[in-house]
């Protein structure tokens, strides 16, 4: 059912939505940028509607939401072992149609990557409800288009698009339509706007040889990226983490375990016992995102890992373009079909 809704019906919305729910979106935030005078778009918990920043691509992802930089999963004592507490209430998290796409990715790496799920993220997951912000034209560095990630028809609890101080909602949950068709001032059909094309194309090739491993285009990123891991920090798809141990105690009986965001393209994370070190150049790592983005989760689940966001083209201090890297593997694959490798 879709509603038409003025800024007031819209925010009255809200305010009935939060009697039920805890509500996440991108929230402009005033000199939170790289410079005191740039503001940033995170992700946060909003009190009303006028906090929702619906018209800019966030400079993060949505899913801290489910997995946070930092989360504490138990405490831990000499005989005991307890969960963390988790706030139960259900949560509405709105996201555009790349972050959603990037979200079922997320799934199948928590879910149903192997013979358990995991148990701390499906106990958030359950909680989570998703809201599609509408996105009627591209950003900066996007590429969604080709990725294939510019258009959700469900998989959300409703969506919205603000145009003129009104607002067009498509609920796809009926036991939301109360809320919106109290507030609205007329009854509509809805189709949430999505992107139909970007400024920036790929070419994903359909076939990746293995030669493609000791390509020379991967050298050049030994010396340009200097792996600070913001690209995989802003990704909503990179689901890396390590474990760290907080003990209160001299013994080390007393702390607590966290699950830490991490990074393939920071020194250390390919560390193993013995100190032994995989992929120990940046070039190597840069290899092993990037194809695994495009190559490795498509023999596993059948469809692409990137989704296309530009998040990791936007915030490089070295002016990497992972978009860039895409196009340099097709022209390599298309050199070694030439040569008949």
């Not at 819209?10 to 940028?33: C, E, H, M």
């Not at 294939?148 to 339509?177: H, P, Q, T, W």
């Not at 050298?219 to 798809?237: A, H, K, M, S």
Request: glycine fraction near 8%.
């Amino acid at each position: 059912m879709g509603y038409v809704l003025t800024q007031e019906g819209f925010s009255d919305a809200i305010s009935q939505l939060r009697k039920t729910y805890r509500i996440f979106a991108p929230v402009r935030k005033k000199g939170a940028g790289r410079f005191t005078d740039v503001d940033a778009i995170l992700y946060d918990e909003v009190n009303g509607s006028e906090e929702i920043e619906l018209h800019e691509k966030s400079d993060y992802s949505a899913k801290e939401v489910l997995t946070p930089l930092s989360e504490t999963l138990f405490y831990f004592t000499e005989g005991v072992c307890k969960e963390a507490d988790l706030d139960t209430r259900p949560v509405l998290l709105f996201l555009r149609s790349c972050d959603l796409q990037a979200m079922k990715r997320q799934d199948q790496i928590y879910l149903a990557n192997g013979m358990e799920k995991d148990f701390f993220y499906q106990r958030r997951r359950e909680l989570v409800h998703y809201v599609l912000i509408g996105c009627s034209h591209s950003f900066e560095n996007c590429f969604c288009v080709d990725m294939k990630a510019n258009v959700s028809e469900d998989g959300y609890a409703f969506s919205v698009d603000e145009a003129d101080g009104m607002y067009r909602i498509n609920v796809l949950d009926e036991g939301l339509d109360a809320v919106f068709s109290a507030a609205a001032t007329s009854k509509e059909e809805v189709v949430p706007a999505h992107v139909t094309q970007n400024e920036v194309h790929v070419r994903v090739p359909e076939t990746i040889p293995a030669e493609i491993m000791k390509h020379p285009l991967w050298d050049e990123y030994t010396t340009r990226c200097i792996g600070c891991g913001r690209c995989n920090f802003v990704c909503p798809t990179c689901t890396c983490f390590t474990m760290q141990d907080v003990y209160y105690s001299d013994n080390g009986r007393v702390g607590e375990r966290r699950r830490v965001g991490s990074s393939c393209m920071v020194d250390g994370y390919s560390n193993v016992a013995g100190g032994g070190q995989y992929r120990k150049t940046q070039g190597e790592r840069m290899r092993f995102k990037v194809l695994h983005k495009i190559l490795d989760f498509r023999k596993r689940f059948g469809y692409d890992m990137c989704v296309g966001c530009g998040r990791c083209d936007d915030v490089c201090g070295e002016y990497i373009s992972y978009s860039n890297i895409i196009n340099k593997v097709a022209d390599a694959v298309d050199a070694m079909e030439k040569e008949g490798r």
